[in-house]
């Protein structure tokens, strides 16, 4: 059975996303927490992957390490392709947003930790808002063209995605426009992100480096 390696359920944004494509896919698997607080992290992680980072997905011998390369492998070799759409222009479209994701909003991420059990304020600077238009942009676009529920129809790793993004709007109380909130109303009602949420909020473990603003 597949081993996925985590860091704390509260902050790991990237340990969220193959997490989901998982349990969307009703593919078992073993969690292996780790604390992000550990004084020897690196050397922890360095056991799982020489990047030294969470997500690892562990697969038998093979170690697959990067939150969007493990749904990509998994994607590939046990999915049959499910996970992305399967029509030329959508799929296009859905690797185009689900990059994105993986490689930009670097003010979102740094202003707006993710930080589920909590309730938080921030001054977003004008980079941060910029960033913030933009998803509710992609996440309009795509609504109003393919009609839901999930950003290409049916669930597919772009929602794997912007899950973490979700959460940290809903930490920061972040406006969204009708189209966008339609979107993030329904990841929020998502069975197995609930089940995240939950985990989440049991934790008690305080990363400080992640605990942004104050309290609202
Ligand atoms: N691009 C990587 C980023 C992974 C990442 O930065 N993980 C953080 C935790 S969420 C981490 O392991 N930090 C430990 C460290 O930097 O020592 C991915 O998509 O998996």
């Known amino acids: 059975m597949f081993e996925l390696v985590l860091g704390n359920k509260n902050y790991s944004t990237w340990s969220l996303r193959p997490w989901l494509l998982l349990k969307h896919f009703n593919i078992p698997f073993h969690e292996h927490h780790v604390s992000l607080n550990a ?4 050397l922890e992680l360095s056991k799982f992957s020489p990047s030294c980072k969470v997500p690892v997905l562990i697969d038998d011998h093979i170690h697959v390490w990067d939150s969007l390369a493990i749904c990509e492998y998994v994607n590939e070799f046990y999915l049959e392709n499910q996970a992305w759409p399967n029509d030329k222009s959508k799929n296009a479209h859905a690797r185009g947003v689900a990059n994105e994701m993986h490689s930009s909003f ?24 910029k960033d913030i238009a933009r998803i509710d942009a992609i996440w309009s676009e795509c609504v109003n063209q393919y009609n839901g ?21 809903a930490t920061y109380g972040v406006e969204l426009s009708n189209s966008a909130r339609r979107y993030y109303d329904n990841v929020l009602e998502d ?3 609930k089940q995240w949420i939950d985990a989440a ?10 605990e942004a603003g104050v309290e609202a």
Not at 164 to 169: G, K
């Open 39 to 42: 004084e020897d992290l690196s």
């Open 149 to 169: 529920p999930w950003l290409f129809g049916q669930y597919s790793i772009a929602d794997c995605m912007f899950a973490p993004v979700v959460m940290r709007f």
């Open 191 to 193: 069975a197995h992100l």
């Open 106 to 129: 670097g003010a979102l991420r740094q202003e707006m930790p993710m930080n589920i059990r909590a309730k938080r304020i921030v001054q977003a600077s004008e980079a941060c808002n």
């Open 201 to 210: 909020n049991a934790e008690t473990e305080i990363v400080m480096v992640d």
